[in-house]
């Protein structure tokens, strides 16, 4: 294949990510943004205020985050655009892992490679949300590319690791094995001068800046610069024993992941034994650190007791995807080696060569990719379901804003972190999805701004006793029975509350109240 051509079919593979994820998030009416990413926003609009954030939010800082989701906020104010260049991220990592997998195994693994990820429930399931790992796969790309390249240029690599890192913390792992494998060549090269660290490797190492980085970042941000280190405590600490995975469950949860994807999980170890075969250090110790690697990584979190989210496993698979499409390059060529040995006159290169025979290898692969990802993240019904709403949350919490800055202009001291005297100490109640997303569109303390709770509705006086404005959306709060008291038109009492209603939409889910009394 032409240099040109695979050029091309490297954008096409970019431009196809794109489509299958703007079918999917439809980014148009409201862009979908987790939780976390609001939170980045905050984190940015605290550090360039020069304050430190003023309450805990569960939340690991995420710099890179920081600086791309504040950035963009800052010039579009419009959690649209985050969506978007969230998405564009994720086109221009398929694209490059589709190269990445072209150059290291030849363009049967590049097909393989690039329908799997695009398939990927669990890939586009952080998509929808405009999570990190969109991010940190465009840096693991570049790393990776960087570093086998012909003449490989380790400071990018190193470079594109630490901002990998600085997106996703797992990341750091991925340096930490390189670091192992050049150490442990360095000595083993003073004993056998055949063994030789390559020149300029060592600025893989450069992977390990994200640290200070995040060290300073979290001091500017909150005055302890290891906070990042204690988020996850902490949640765990507030979520409960019950919600944190054991050893066992986590080992099953696992067991029963990678069997749900068993075609990919049988060649992603031929393709890692491959890449040792033939020596593609740099490749084999990546797709080790981001497979194995987080795995230990996840048990470790697990003895520890701290919380687990199945979602932690996503870089996971996306070893594993990318490792089945070696292994799949690997198998072409062991198929067309046997077929040549039965029937002599078959040329076995010719399956890399010949046009029709290629293209045919190629169709095939992307075919078998599809087959083991079956229904692809476009038509998974989970995927899609999980989309709409948070499409509808996106759309809700969009539509809330005006409502609430109206209302909010009629309350005096709503941006103060502490109420005054007489004041209720909340200005604010609304689902916890919403909850950094409406304070960065509203200017609210978060010391201001509290969560809806079920259980605390109920009580008297209650959640609503200490709030003047509450928000109810169902696609933002769990379930409840409880939360048929939020879905009136007309005004109601509630433990002595008086709730006024300033927005009715029961076709999207949607109520707010201004609440008086008490």
Not at 52 to 76: A, D, M, N, Q, R
Not at 489 to 516: C, E, F, K, R, S
Request: net charge positive.
């Amino acid at each position: 294949m032409s240099p040109r051509l695979a050029s091309l079919c490297v954008v096409l593979v970019g431009l196809l990510a794109a489509a299958s994820a703007l079918a999917i998030i439809q980014p148009f009416a409201a862009g979908p943004v987790s939780f976390d990413g609001g939170s980045s926003v905050l984190h940015f609009m605290r550090l360039i205020e020069g304050r430190h954030l003023e309450s805990f939010i569960s939340t690991t800082p995420k710099p890179l985050l920081t600086f791309v989701y504040g950035v963009v906020y800052g010039l579009t104010h419009d959690w649209r655009a985050i969506s978007l260049a969230t998405i564009g991220a994720y086109a221009v990592s398929i694209a490059l892992a589709t190269w990445l997998a072209g150059r290291l195994a030849g363009p049967i693994a590049a097909a393989f490679v690039a329908v799997a990820l695009i398939a990927s429930p669990s890939l586009a399931g952080e998509l929808v949300i405009a999570s990190a790992v969109p991010w940190a796969l465009l840096g693991w790309t570049v790393a990776g590319l960087a570093a086998t390249a012909p003449r490989p240029r380790y400071a990018l690599a190193g470079a594109a690791l630490a901002l990998a890192s600085l997106a996703r913390l797992e990341g750091l792992i991925l340096v930490g094995a390189a670091a192992g494998v050049l150490v442990l060549a360095w000595l083993v090269g003073r004993r056998d001068s055949r063994v030789r660290v390559p020149r300029g490797a060592w600025w893989l190492l450069l992977g390990f800046a994200a640290l200070p980085v995040m060290l300073v970042h979290d001091w500017l941000l909150t005055g302890d610069p290891l906070f990042w280190a204690s988020v996850a405590v902490r949640y765990s600490e507030a979520v409960g024993v019950s919600r944190i995975m054991r050893p066992g469950t986590l080992a099953r949860v696992l067991a029963h992941r990678y069997l749900d994807l068993a075609g990919f999980s049988v060649l992603a170890v031929v393709g890692g034994l491959s890449l040792l075969q033939r020596r593609r250090w740099a490749a084999a110790v990546g797709l080790a650190a981001l497979g194995p690697g987080i795995v230990a990584f996840l048990f470790f979190l697990s003895v520890r007791g701290t919380f687990v989210a199945t979602r932690y496993a996503v870089p996971v698979d996306l070893a594993v995807l990318f490792a089945a499409g070696i292994g799949i390059g690997r198998a072409a060529e062991e198929i067309a080696r046997l077929i040549a040995a039965r029937w002599p006159r078959f040329d076995a290169g010719s399956l890399t060569s010949g046009a029709r025979r290629l293209t045919a290898a190629v169709v095939a692969s992307a075919a078998l990719a599809l087959v083991f990802g079956w229904p692809p993240a476009v038509l998974d019904p989970a995927t899609t379901s999980t989309a709409s709403a948070a499409r509808q949350l996106a759309a809700n919490e969009r539509a809330a804003v005006p409502v609430l800055e109206a209302a909010l202009a009629t309350l005096p001291g709503t941006d103060d972190l502490a109420a005054g005297p007489g004041e209720r100490p909340l200005v604010l109640v609304v689902p916890v999805p919403m909850r950094t997303l409406l304070a960065a569109d509203l200017g609210v303390p978060l010391t201001r701004l509290g969560s809806t709770s079920a259980a605390l509705l109920a009580a008297s006086p209650g959640l609503l006793g200490k709030t003047d404005l509450v928000v109810h959306s169902r696609a933002g709060d769990a379930p409840d029975p409880a939360y048929a008291a939020l879905e009136v038109a007309t005004p109601a009492t509630i433990n002595g509350q008086t709730l006024t209603p300033l927005l009715v939409d029961a076709t999207n889910g949607l109520w707010i109240y201004a609440v008086t009394g008490g």
